[in-house]
């Protein structure tokens, strides 16, 4: 079982040492077009260059620790289209950099995905919000096949959600219209609020399901377990590559420090359960997430890298127990 953590790589300190810089639309626009490009060129080399000494710190760590979600502004802006005109002319000088990246990071078993955003909705029923979603996917999958990804399936994960009011058959159109790269790195996760692992399990045909454990509770007041019979549909979407799970925990003080925590027992609103803790508190969820032994577990925690540290030990105890 691998662990991961999301984004921000932490030092002992809490401090991040090896940061992505980004920048605002209005500073971009207000700039002419020589120091335009100047402005993203310097901060996606910059970027690309902490990722790499990120992957540096993944390598020295114990092969469970080898996991990162890379964060979605790898390229700022480049989804922006007075950007993506610039990005086009000077993205060839990057690809050295994204080559280093991919293949330290393949060399040292490190397991990669991206994220978009809430937005990236591609089972809307607004055509627009289709569009700029596919652009958004593509964009988050030409970073990982520069990287030498996207050649076979889940080499590589970019998860989304499967919110939408077209729902199911929306997705499905959405999915046929991404490149075969895309397709390859594509997952989809259910959400708290509009589609349940039920609802996106109609997609397991398509592409790999993301279980997210705490999601499922926060909309049904139900501890998935791993032997329910929905969980090996989950791991059947993945076809033979370790399946992916999402964990997080409300935030303290919300619950329980022990048990499962009942929301009709909570004087806490269901909008307030979305939001992750700092680090992993309540033991008993801590053993129930990593009673799912055929996954790996992606960490949604505030404290990243230090909260799923915290979560290995607990996992080496259990396996010396």
């Given at each position: 079982?691998?662990?991961g953590f ?7 300190d ?11 639309r ?7 077009n020589?120091?335009?490009?100047a402005?993203?060129?310097t901060?996606?080399?910059a970027?690309?260059?902490?990722l790499?000494?990120?992957f540096e710190?993944l ?5 469970a620790?080898?996991m ?12 922006v ?5 610039l ?5 060839p000088t990057?690809?050295?950099l ?10 040292n078993?490190?397991r990669?995905?991206f994220?978009?955003?809430?937005y990236?909705?591609l089972a ?7 569009e700029?979603a ?5 964009y988050?999958t ?13 080499d590589f ?6 919110n ?7 997705f ?14 594509l ?15 109609q997609?397991?045909?398509l ?13 049904e ?7 329910d019979p ?5 791991k059947?979407s993945?076809?033979g590559v ?6 997080s925990v409300?935030q303290?003080?919300?619950?329980p420090?022990?048990g499962?925590?009942d ?6 609103a269901?909008?307030?359960l979305r939001?992750h803790?700092?680090y992993y ?34 996992a080496?105890s259990?396996e010396?127990?």
């Amino acid at each position: 079982m691998k662990l991961g953590f999301a984004c921000k790589y932490l030092d002992t300190d809490a401090k991040q040492p090896y940061p992505f810089k980004a920048t605002t639309r209005t500073r971009f626009l207000s700039l002419d077009n020589d120091a335009r490009a100047a402005l993203i060129h310097t901060l996606a080399a910059a970027n690309l260059a902490n990722l790499y000494l990120t992957f540096e710190e993944l390598a020295r760590l114990p092969p469970a620790l080898r996991m990162m979600r890379i964060g979605s502004d790898l390229l700022p802006l480049y989804t922006v289209p007075e950007a993506t005109v610039l990005y086009h002319e000077f993205l060839p000088t990057l690809y050295p950099l994204f080559t280093r990246c991919g293949e330290f990071a393949r060399a040292n078993d490190i397991r990669l995905s991206f994220h978009p955003g809430q937005y990236s909705v591609l089972a809307s029923d607004n055509p627009q919000v289709v569009e700029r979603a596919l652009e958004d996917v593509e964009y988050h999958t030409l970073c990982a096949t520069l990287m030498g990804y996207g050649q076979r399936f889940q080499d590589f994960k970019i998860n989304i959600h499967m919110n939408g009011k077209a729902g199911y058959e929306g997705f499905k159109r959405a999915f046929g219209k991404l490149t075969p790269e895309a397709r390859n790195m594509l997952t989809v996760e259910n959400d708290e609020i509009s589609c349940s692992l039920d609802d996106v399990l109609q997609a397991q045909a398509l592409c790999p399901v993301v279980v997210d454990i705490h999601h499922h509770w926060v909309k049904e007041n139900a501890f998935i377990q791993p032997d329910d019979p929905r969980i090996e549909r989950v791991k059947a979407s993945w076809r033979g590559v370790r399946p992916v799970m999402h964990y997080s925990v409300s935030q303290e003080g919300l619950i329980p420090d022990e048990g499962f925590p009942d929301q009709h027992c909570l004087s806490v609103a269901k909008t307030k359960l979305r939001a992750h803790s700092d680090y992993y508190f309540n033991p008993t969820l801590n053993d129930w997430a990593l009673s799912f032994e055929d996954f790996d577990i992606m960490c949604e925690v505030k404290m990243k890298n230090l909260a799923r540290d915290r979560l290995y030990r607990t996992a080496l105890s259990r396996e010396q127990a």
